[in-house]
């Protein structure tokens, strides 16, 4: 197994031991403190990544101005991976991790939250006098001691789902005096902080299972109990500038949401692939550049390709296939597509690995797979 990473490198968070503005196609990475083949998920921030591995450790990489890479260092960048001490988290296994611009965190097994990095917006629900930046894992406790299922982080926010449904947003989210009826938004504090709780008005008849964060909304997958168990719906809430925060009922059940800095995107059951709101770099991979789309559009994919994960950076996509092909969409700036070029795609292309990608995910402006090297693509 190898790993393989593209796009920015500015903070080094390609791990290939120096920093630089792009690389345009696929580097082969030589220096990580993980088992490529033990890898479980990536995740990208603004600049800085993190890698779970199997044993639930997490690895860590790239920009640190704020603490974000949760080393108890104040060294601006690690251009290659490091291991985040286990005694961080109570030498207890990690479950899920996330990142944002300069923010990470992760949820252990035993479902107990940490956080780290930028709180100049109190986005950690922590109260900024003391806490500017945190540059150790912190445990948070949710009001009433509510356990955490799902963490995300925007550019100012943070927004946890927890195992009863609930959300609760750190930090600074603008959300509309007038929410959907059948959500329920208070304000309460944490830690001397502002929290917004979201919850369902009757949760015998609404479940929220599902959160992603954009760069000032967020999006909720929520499952309409009385017509099934399975998630159809989603609803948006922020900024809506370019339609980002319209909310939606789709015909089949939502395997997986996703959002950029103001798109967003959901993979379907049947395997289609939706997107809506800002397109001014091809970001919602529909085959043209345009404004904005307030209404979701399906991304043109051949019959051949059947989605298994989704991605989404700031301004550009990622899809990993069943087959264990890449394809990268939208902003190229920074070489984020891994085509060999700069200018932005407005459709999903492939990207040229040496073997079957078993696991992948993006940042802001880069991307990263693991592929099986054993199994050479004849095509």
């Known amino acids: 197994m190898s790993v393989y990473a593209w796009g920015a490198n500015s903070h080094g968070q390609l791990s290939l031991g120096f920093e630089s503005e792009l690389c345009t196609t696929p580097q082969l990475v030589r220096a990580y403190s993980f088992n490529p083949a033990s890898v479980r998920r990536i995740r ?69 939250l940490y956080v780290w990095g930028s709180n100049c917006f109190q986005q950690l629900g922590l109260c900024q006098r003391e806490f500017n930046a945190v540059r150790r894992p912190l445990p948070v406790i949710l009001p009433r001691h509510d356990a955490p299922a799902r963490i995300s982080f925007g550019l100012r926010h943070c927004a946890i789902l927890t195992e009863d449904h609930k959300v609760y947003v750190f930090g600074r989210l603008r959300i509309s005096d007038e929410p959907p009826s059948d959500l329920c938004i208070t304000a309460t504090t944490l830690n001397c902080a502002p929290v917004i709780k979201i919850q369902v008005n009757e949760p015998s008849e609404v479940r929220i299972t599902g959160v992603a964060s954009g760069q000032n909304h967020i999006l909720l997958k929520v499952v309409d109990l009385q017509y099934g168990s399975g998630a159809k719906r989603v609803i948006a809430l922020g900024d809506n500038k370019f339609g980002q925060a319209n909310s939606f009922q789709f015909e089949d059940e939502i395997k997986q949401i996703a959002t950029g800095w103001t798109h967003n995107a959901v993979m379907l059951n049947d395997k289609r692939v939706l997107t809506w709101g800002r397109n001014c770099y091809g970001q919602l991979g529909i085959g043209s550049i345009t404004q904005n789309q307030a209404t979701p559009q399906e991304i043109d994919l051949r019959s051949s390709i059947v989605p298994a994960y989704l991605a989404l950076g700031s301004e550009h996509g990622l899809i990993r296939s069943t087959d264990g092909d890449i394809y990268t969409w939208g902003w190229n700036e920074h070489g984020n597509c891994g085509n060999d070029a700069t200018d932005n795609l407005c459709a999903p292309t492939q990207v040229l690995l040496p073997g079957h990608c078993k696991v992948a995910g993006a940042g802001a402006g880069f991307c990263y797979a693991i592929c099986d090297d054993t199994s050479k693509k004849s095509d």
């Not at 920009?63 to 080393?71: A, E, F, I, K, T």
């Not at 260092?73 to 988290?89: D, L, M, T």
């Open 44 to 112: 990208g921030g603004g600049g800085h990544v993190l890698v779970l591995d199997t044993n639930g450790r997490i690895h860590a990489c790239g920009w640190n101005g704020r603490g974000q890479l949760g080393l108890d260092s104040r060294e601006e960048c690690f251009n290659e991976f490091q291991n985040i001490p286990g005694e961080y988290f109570g030498d207890v296994p990690v479950e899920s991790i996330a990142c944002g611009w300069d923010i990470s965190g992760c949820i252990t097994v035993t479902k107990k």
